[in-house]
């Protein structure tokens, strides 16, 4: 079984500043790790995701994450923030050998507010 | 479609009455999955479907729960006897096949049951 945890439920930052939003999971097996966005009262779209090779991932809108095997973490990050990135973020792992193969688990949620 | 399409955006049901809700896939997307978003659970797998065939249905939460896909396409997920704990966002995903990474989510079903 895979559980995934989000560690801040909510981050408020401040317009142009860096952000990270964190995110470590729990697996006895290999992983696919994803990261979604959903804006109020919209469905989730997906920012990036990791499968295998470079841990360093790059997304839409500027975001990217870094997975890291040793720590079981997938952090978020986006180097300068725009209002328009506020909205509830989701990370998520999938169990590629499972039977379910895209069956997702996600984390709580980290609402991200940007200030101007 | 576009995209994947969901009726009805909301529904407000009374409790004990039973309610369908609908998600059209993208066109050719072969695997489907239905999750619920609830303030105290996040979001929950309910079921997946390849094809018209359920093989996990491991997390719909009670018998009052169930859902069938036709023609390889549109699914509906229906509660019966709906209880106040069954208000949430029911989200449906699609995807080209299970072996496909990528998940395209639906606006979502809010349920309020009153």
């Known amino acids: 079984a895979q559980s995934v945890t989000q560690l801040d439920s909510q981050v408020p930052v401040f317009e142009e500043a860096p952000v990270e939003l964190r995110c470590n999971y729990s697996?006895?097996?290999?992983?696919?790790l994803f990261w979604y966005v959903q804006y109020p009262n919209q469905g989730l779209q997906l920012l990036l995701k990791?499968?295998?090779?470079?841990?360093l991932v790059k997304g839409i809108n500027g975001f990217e994450a870094e997975f890291n095997k040793s720590q079981t973490s997938f952090h978020l990050r986006k180097p300068s923030v725009h209002i328009s990135d506020t909205a509830e973020y989701f990370c998520?792992?999938?169990?590629?050998?499972?039977?379910?193969?895209?069956?997702?688990?996600f984390g709580q949620g980290t609402i991200l507010t940007v200030h101007p | 479609g576009a995209g994947v399409s969901q009726s009805p955006s909301n529904k407000v049901t009374e409790k004990g009455k039973d309610v369908e809700l609908r998600c059209d896939p993208i066109?050719?997307?072969?695997?489907l999955y239905w999750y619920r978003q609830s303030l105290g659970q996040g979001l929950e797998f309910l079921i997946y479907?390849?094809?018209?065939?359920?093989?996990?249905k491991s997390g719909l939460p009670s018998d009052r729960f169930s859902a069938e896909r036709t023609g390889g396409s549109v699914s509906t997920l229906t509660i019966q006897r709906t209880q106040q704990e069954d208000s949430a966002v029911y989200l449906c995903?699609?995807?080209?096949?299970?072996?496909?990474?990528?998940?395209?989510f639906g606006q979502g079903t809010r349920l309020t049951v009153v």
């Open positions: 697996s006895s097996v290999s992983v696919y």
């Open positions: 066109s050719g997307h072969t695997a």
């Open positions: 479907f390849q094809g018209n065939s359920a093989p996990d």
């Open positions: 995903a699609s995807s080209f096949s299970q072996m496909n990474t990528e998940a395209f």
């Open positions: 990791y499968l295998s090779g470079s841990t």
């Open positions: 998520a792992v999938s169990d590629p050998g499972g039977t379910s193969y895209g069956k997702l688990t």
